[in-house]
């Protein structure tokens, strides 16, 4: 078995009193994307920062690509490209010249950097404006640079801090994309976000980060069923014709626990999948089945949920 | 060490490539005409001596020499280069992008400061050049001791800018906004170059009522040795001045037997050596000082 992209124990991180990351036991395998997802002031930062060796870690340990951070932070950050949140760039020098220098301080040679830089600006939509000053520069286009600058040296780990915020549509499609393709070319991702439904198309497995602790981690469909829903599985039903009559005939079936409607929506909770038995009852039952599915879980919904719990505790 | 050399030359370029540029060019040219004509009006009041060095240091009697202007205003050169070198980049949130590419911390200051020297060199070189040019146009032609003289001279100006540009790099550590840094700067060279003296002849006097006697005379000189300006003032003077041959008050008695020759150059390094010493130890420490904090500082983006 591959070892883990990323691994922490125990990891925590403290200012003063607060605690910024509450012992994170994170585990992220190679060629997956990550969705670190939290609401702002989680802690996600400050621990991607970690990984990058940028701040110390009060307490735990952690190994990135099989190095410690801390004690070889050049062999890592060779083969690690960070974006920022807060993304910078020198706004008095051109686009090309920005990745000249990062090419530069990553020892890429002058003529392969050229080159480099010229693919990734063209890669990343850019060459237009390639020898126009960052300072003229758009949020979304500065965000896209920011993707060229972590693309140009190639990583096999990427650790974007909310590469999607503060853009418009378009250009969060155009990001997704650039991240679609990297992982494609066999690199591991980890993306940091609060906006669930931007990143939750493309993300293997999210991690939910609430307070500096990771609540929740896994696939989508895993986090919807085990941890919210318990055992449970929600069906819903568009029946245009619904009726109360109806709503009481469904909660009579065997291993149905609940049942609620609104507008033709009928949502059914029960112990197992038992769509086809639901349909077979609606249908002999007189009434007019358009659609019967099993809940998909939004992350927002799952989001909200352990955000609920946490505000009621 | 590549990263050092990548991210001077990046800084160098940002002085080249920018208005700073034609500021700087404006420092050299006008500084270099200045130190001319100063020099040459004070040399054709000069009625005893002679000499190329006398250049720097010959006063018209209304201005200061030139070297004076170098010893108040030449600090102001390396806080300009300085004051917003780390904190700048953590303002535009550059400086943890820079840090996540394979450099060591170190290497930012270091580039930086070797950056800031590198001009510090040009326009040093740039004024003493455009000045020697000129005298030797009105055929005062300077001999290798004299010239020898001059490069030291130089080296020395170079060395005290430096130091002033190492402590603006670490104020540019210490303060997040660069006008706190750049105050914080001026307010130092301000202490330095205008209240330092008065302080340490305060402090002397109280400390040894009697204003002729030679104790008072030498504290007080030590004190205003704490301050930077001193020692270049003291170093440059005696490089300049081929005749110089003590620092410290000597009574009359001992005078008599001094012998009004001019030193070789070694002789006269001879005297000034605990002074050179001291200027590279305070850009040591500024460098320490520098390194210590900021290893430790929290980079956010």
Known sequence: MLQPAIQTWGLTKKYGDLVAVDSLDLEVK???????????????????????????????RLRVLGYDPLREPLKLKRLVGYLPENLGFYEDMTARQNLLYTAKLNGISFSEAEDRVKKILDAVGLSDASDKKVSTYSKGMKQRLGMADVLLKDPSLMLLDEPTTGIDPEGVRHILDII???????????????????????CDRVGIFVKGRLIASGTIQHLGKEVIAGDKYIVEAEVPDATSALEEAVSRVDDVIKVSRSGATLTVECKSDIRGHLAK???TSGYTLTQIRSHEYALDEIYARYFEGETKA | MTGTVSIALKELSDYFGTKRFWFFFAIIYGAGLMAAYLGIQGLVQARVERSFLLLFRATTGTLPPFLFFIM????????????????????????????????????????????????ITITVFGILGIATGLAIRIGLVPNIDELARLVVFAALTILYIAGWLALSQLLSIIFQHTSTSAIAGFAIWGFFTFFWAPIASLIATNL??????????????????????????????????PTARFLNPISISELQYVVPNPLPLLQSLNLIWPHIIALIALVLVCFLT????FVKQEVRG
Not at chain 1, 180 to 194: D, Y
């Open chain 2, 208 to 241: 040894i009522p009697d204003p002729n006697s030679i104790e008072k005379i030498t504290l007080e000189q030590n004190l205003n040795r704490i301050s930077p300006t001193t020692l270049y003032l003291e170093a440059v003077l005696v490089t300049l001045t």
């Open chain 2, 72 to 119: 108040y205003f030449g600090p102001l050169l390396g806080v300009a280069l300085g004051f917003d070198s780390i904190n700048k980049e953590r303002a535009k949130n550059t400086l943890v992008r820079l840090l996540s590419n394979p450099v060591h911390r170190d290497a930012v200051i270091n580039g930086k400061f070797l950056s800031g020297v590198s001009i």
């Open chain 1, 30 to 60: 190679q060629g997956e994307i990550y969705g670190f997802l939290g609401p702002n002031g989680a802690g996600k930062t400050t621990t991607i920062l970690m990984l990058l060796g940028l701040t110390e870690p009060t307490a735990g």
């Open chain 1, 180 to 202: 679609a393709e990297s992982k494609a070319g066999g690199k591991t991702i980890l993306l940091s976000s609060h906006l669930l439904y931007q990143v939750q198309k493309i």
């Open chain 1, 281 to 283: 009852v609606i249908v």
């Open chain 2, 290 to 293: 520098s390194y210590i904090i």
